[in-house]
T-cell receptor
Framework: AQSVTQPDIHITVSEGASLELRCNYSYGATPYLFWYVQSPGQGLQLLLKYFSGDTLVQGIKGFEAEFKRSQSSFNLRKPSVHWSDAAEYFCAVAGITNFGNEKLTFGTGTRLTIIP | NAGVMQNPRHLVRRRGQEARLRCSPMKGHSHVYWYRQLPEEGLKFMVYLQKENIIDESGMPKERFSAEFPKEGPSILRIQQVVRGDSAAYFC????????????FGPGTRLTVT
């Protein structure tokens, strides 16, 4: 069964500092991986996704993520955070079910706080 | 092109009442997914529907929960005889096709059971 682990429940970063959010996945085949952001009281917005090819993927809002198969990781990074980046971040893996549909499995999320 | 719409955004129900959550997918999308987010947890898949068909309900609780996506109108997630443990945020996502790996999420309905 597929699973996602986000080991950091809460991270605090100073504005302008770099950021790395960790994500480890478990999946039998080549994974399809996603990072979503959820602002308070809002739905989920897709930041970036990895299907195949270049292991370093660029997303919106200056985020990037690197797929490392040997470590089963898909960590999210940003070189310089802004106060508006404060939100909850979810890593997800997609698999195909026996019914032929994809199903997203989410991690428990990492809450990012930005301090001045 | 409007995004995924969900209503109501907030719903308060007393124990034992029924809750109906509605989801209108993006224009042109005929595939709908429902997810539940319990407090301090990630989203958990509940059910996947196409127009007039439930395809995968492997994440749905066996009792009190049902979903539909009629030919006309929004998808409905129905919870009968709600209990406090049903308090959660319920998100709907739509996609243009099966296994497209493109799910667009709505803003969610936050259900509070008192």
């Amino acid at each position: 069964a597929q699973s996602v682990t986000q080991p950091d429940i809460h991270i605090t970063v100073s504005e302008g500092a770099s950021l790395e959010l960790r994500c480890n996945y478990s999946y039998g085949a080549t994974p399809y991986l996603f990072w979503y952001v959820q602002s308070p009281g809002q739905g989920l917005q897709l930041l970036l996704k990895y299907f195949s090819g270049d292991t370093l993927v660029q997303g919106i809002k200056g985020f990037e993520a690197e797929f490392k198969r040997s470590q089963s990781s898909f960590n999210l990074r940003k070189p310089s955070v802004h106060w508006s980046d404060a939100a909850e971040y979810f890593c997800a893996v997609a698999g195909i079910t026996n019914f032929g549909n994809e199903k997203l499995t989410f991690g428990t999320g990492t809450r990012l706080t930005i301090i001045p | 092109n409007a995004g995924v719409m969900q209503n109501p955004r907030h719903l308060v129900r007393r124990r034992g009442q029924e809750a109906r959550l509605r989801c209108s997918p993006m224009k042109g999308h005929s595939h709908v997914y429902w997810y539940r987010q319990l407090p301090e947890e990630g989203l958990k898949f509940m059910v996947y529907l196409q127009k007039e068909n439930i395809i995968d309900e492997s994440g749905m609780p066996k009792e009190r929960f049902s979903a539909e996506f009629p030919k006309e109108g929004p998808s409905i997630l129905r919870i009968q005889q709600v209990v406090r443990g049903d308090s959660a945020a319920y998100f709907c996502a739509s996609s243009p096709s099966q296994a497209s790996y493109e799910q667009y999420f709505g803003p969610g309905t936050r259900l509070t059971v008192t």
